[in-house]
């Protein structure tokens, strides 16, 4: 199992990035996806996810109307679309797989979800 993420880079407050992610080894179309991040010297935390069949997505309040997470089965792969980026936003980015996932309450929490990717940087500048 391999989740690849990808995009991520140095980008001036008030840009955009988006990011990707790639799955392989996992039925894609049946698992939940969810973004993570982690900035320096602070818990790794909960940003965005999408069920299974892409009608609901659930996202952090320090997120909403600026990232969108969006999904292409065919291609096994999750993205995130974020704009209006701050330095607060400066993380590393983790994608991440849930199989099990059957209540509202996991769809946000780091124990949810079953597999992790290794992350891409982003960094905004001031």
């Known amino acids: 199992v391999q989740l690849q993420a990808s995009g991520g880079g140095l980008v001036q407050a008030g840009g955009s990035l988006r990011l990707s992610c790639v799955v392989s080894?996992?039925?894609?179309?049946?698992?939940?996806m969810g973004w993570f991040r982690q900035a320096p010297g602070k818990e790794r935390e909960f940003v965005a996810a999408?069920?299974?069949?892409?009608?609901?997505?659930y996202s952090a309040d320090s997120v909403k109307g600026r990232f969108t997470i969006s999904r292409d089965n065919p291609e096994n792969t999750v993205y995130l679309q974020m704009n209006t980026l701050t330095p607060e936003d400066t993380a590393v980015y983790y994608c991440?797989?849930?199989?099990?996932?059957?209540?509202?309450?996991?769809?946000?929490?780091?124990?949810?979800?079953?597999?992790w990717g290794k992350g891409t940087l982003v960094t905004v500048s001031s």
């Open positions: 991440a797989a849930g199989t099990r996932i059957d209540s509202n309450y996991y769809y946000t929490q780091r124990a949810g979800y079953d597999y």
């Open positions: 999408l069920k299974r069949g892409s009608l609901t997505t």
């Open positions: 080894g996992l039925t894609f179309r049946t698992l939940v």
